[in-house]
């Protein structure tokens, strides 16, 4: 047989996945093309293990969730990327509101980190430790961690984290760093600040939320994956989709085949690539046309659960 991740594996590369989530795992049809290792040899929770789902009021964790992800990665045989740990988004008012000072706030999100981890302790394969912390122009965004901490909470995030999971890879993971410029430049930064802590950073991810026909070049993707390999991390795509106004025309689908397959072998054509995650596989469960009004249809399976051959085949034969 043949399929995505099997390509994948054949070039080198540890995995192509997908993400996924509980509400979506009824859907038998859905499930059973999900847990084809053919395609999939990772997935990642799409939202049930962020903080709001994990620690919805302080002290109090909830892992059912996430449990049912990591359980049926385990069935499966796949590989789990366990997002994500310390972000300013679906994020429980207790903590963005909580107004707490310095080291408390260093302390609830120790405790997290810790608890969070210790639970998947040897399950996940990386993690996304921090998530978004950058603006465009690659000053740091104003979150509560920043604001109150400053800059430290991201090396703080990490070295908290090594300690709980040494084997599970440690992720910076970001959007529109993808291509050279201010925000790329401002991850790297990032890479620098947490080494010169002496903490440990391991990987960077790049999310790959894409638009048909301004998808970054295959070259541009690879020059800046490099920049980052330059600083000692290895690197993957984690949240890759490439949305179009809807209904899609059949020249933008022929766009979205190209903009798919430079993508994935600028991945491809960097050793220290690791892997692709989609997110998802099918339109019928992207987040695209529920926050991008009037875009979607950025995935390789349309909302039927029918793969687009164009699409599937231009992803295959770029590995
Ligand atoms: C998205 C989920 O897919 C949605 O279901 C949820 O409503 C919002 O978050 N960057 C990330 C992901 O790192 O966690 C986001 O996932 C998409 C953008």
Do not use: M, R
């Given at each position: 047989t043949d399929g995505l991740n099997i390509r994948a594996v054949a070039a080198g590369k540890q995995y192509f996945g997908s993400a996924t989530d509980n509400g979506e795992l009824s859907n038998s049809a859905y499930l059973s093309g999900l847990s084809n290792t053919a395609d999939f040899g990772q997935i990642t929770p799409g939202n049930s293990m962020k903080w709001d789902s994990i620690e919805p009021s302080r002290g109090s964790f909830s892992y059912s969730g996430g449990d049912t992800i990591q359980q049926l990665a385990v069935k499966n045989g796949q590989k789990l990327r366990c997002h994500t740990?310390?972000?300013?988004?679906?994020?429980?008012?207790?903590?963005?509101?909580?107004?707490?000072d310095n080291a408390t706030l260093i302390s609830v999100m120790k405790n997290h980190i810790t608890n969070e981890m210790t639970h998947y302790k040897?399950?996940?394969?990386?993690?996304?430790?921090?998530?978004e912390a950058l603006n465009e122009d690659g000053t740091f965004r104003s979150s509560v961690f920043y604001n109150t901490i400053g800059p430290a909470f991201i090396p703080i995030a990490f070295a908290t984290a090594a300690s709980v999971d040494p084997d599970a890879k440690l992720y910076y993971n970001d959007y529109n760093t993808e291509n050279a410029g201010s925000k790329s430049?401002?991850?790297q930064n990032i890479v620098k600040l947490i080494k010169q802590y002496g903490a440990k950073i391991d990987g960077?991810?790049?999310?790959?939320h894409f638009i048909v026909g301004s998808t970054p070049s295959q070259s541009a993707q690879v020059s800046n994956m490099n920049a980052?390999?330059?600083?000692?991390?290895?690197?993957?795509?984690?949240?890759?989709?490439i949305r179009t106004n809807t209904p899609a025309t059949s020249s933008a689908v022929a766009q979205q085949a190209k903009d798919y397959a430079a993508t994935i072998g600028a991945c491809k054509a960097v050793a220290k690539c690791v892997g692709v995650?989609?997110?998802?596989?099918?339109?019928?469960?992207?987040?695209?046309?529920?926050?991008?009004?009037?875009?979607?249809?950025?995935?390789?399976?349309?909302?039927?659960?029918?793969?687009?051959?164009?699409?599937?085949?231009?992803?295959?034969?770029?590995w």
């Open positions: 740990l310390v972000w300013h988004s679906q994020l429980p008012n207790w903590v963005s509101n909580g107004g707490f040897g399950k996940c394969f990386h993690w996304d430790v921090v998530n430049t401002g991850a960077v991810g790049f999310q790959s980052f390999v330059s600083l000692g991390v290895e690197v993957a795509i984690t949240e890759l989709d995650t989609i997110w998802d596989y099918t339109d019928k469960y992207s987040w695209i046309p529920g926050v991008f009004s009037g875009q979607g249809s950025a995935l390789p399976w349309d909302d039927n659960l029918n793969k687009k051959t164009d699409i599937y085949n231009a992803i295959l034969n770029a």
